[in-house]
């Protein structure tokens, strides 16, 4: 299965979030270490769930990280994270 | 002593050091976009940190990822506590968070 298709998958299982903006920026790290030939490696996600109400920056990020382990330690090379509250996107 | 010899390097360093950034390459000469974007951070606020070349050493590579469990790297650590990664860090920088938790621990004026 796409990588793109098993992060959308595994965050929507686990954190039934508002919103799941997954960006693939493995195509701006073409040829530097940690870019397979098979692409996919590279991936900005923005993430609104209620699941990040009450928790810390790194706490929701190691939500994220628990939920993608197997992908994080094959596929993907560099994950940029967004994570916000549904309160949180009401105020600027 | 945690019976993991890389365990116990991390600890000595976190113990020697106030700042701490675990990094690919060096902060003269950053080997990926994100642990350069946390060095021109903590350059721009102007404290001083040590960075620590993960890539010259696999075993220290993944030894500072079980450490904290936090799989990615950079990893900033201020006064022993790990802080966060590039996204976290960007973010405190911005809301000038960084700053008072520097300013907080006595690092910077």
């Known amino acids: 299965m796409q990588v793109r298709n098993l992060i959308q998958q595994k965050l929507t299982a686990g954190l039934s979030p508002e919103r799941l903006d997954i960006v693939d920026e493995s195509h701006r790290h073409q040829g530097h270490a940690g870019t397979s030939a098979e692409g996919e490696s590279h991936f900005h996600i923005e993430i609104v769930s209620a699941a990040f109400e009450g928790k810390s920056a790194v706490a929701r990020q190691r939500l994220v990280y628990d939920l993608l382990a197997d992908e994080l330690k094959t596929r993907i090379h560099a994950l940029s994270l967004k994570t916000r509250t549904p309160a949180e996107t009401k105020t600027p | 002593m945690s019976g993991n010899p890389v365990f116990d390097r991390i600890q000595q360093d976190l ?16 080997q990926c976009g994100f642990s350069a974007a946390v060095v021109q951070i903590l350059s721009d606020i102007g404290v001083k940190f040590k960075g620590i070349d993960i890539l010259v050493d696999p075993s220290l590579r993944e030894g500072v990822k079980q450490f904290t469990n936090w799989p990615t790297i950079p990893q900033l650590y201020v006064k022993g506590e790990f802080v966060g990664g590039c996204d ?17 621990k006595g690092l910077l004026s």
Do not use: H, Q
């Open chain 2, 15 to 30: 113990d020697e050091n106030p700042v701490v950034l675990y990094m690919k390459g060096t902060p003269m000469f950053p």
């Open chain 2, 88 to 104: 976290i860090v960007r973010e405190m920088a911005a809301s000038g968070e960084l700053s008072t938790l520097l300013k907080d």
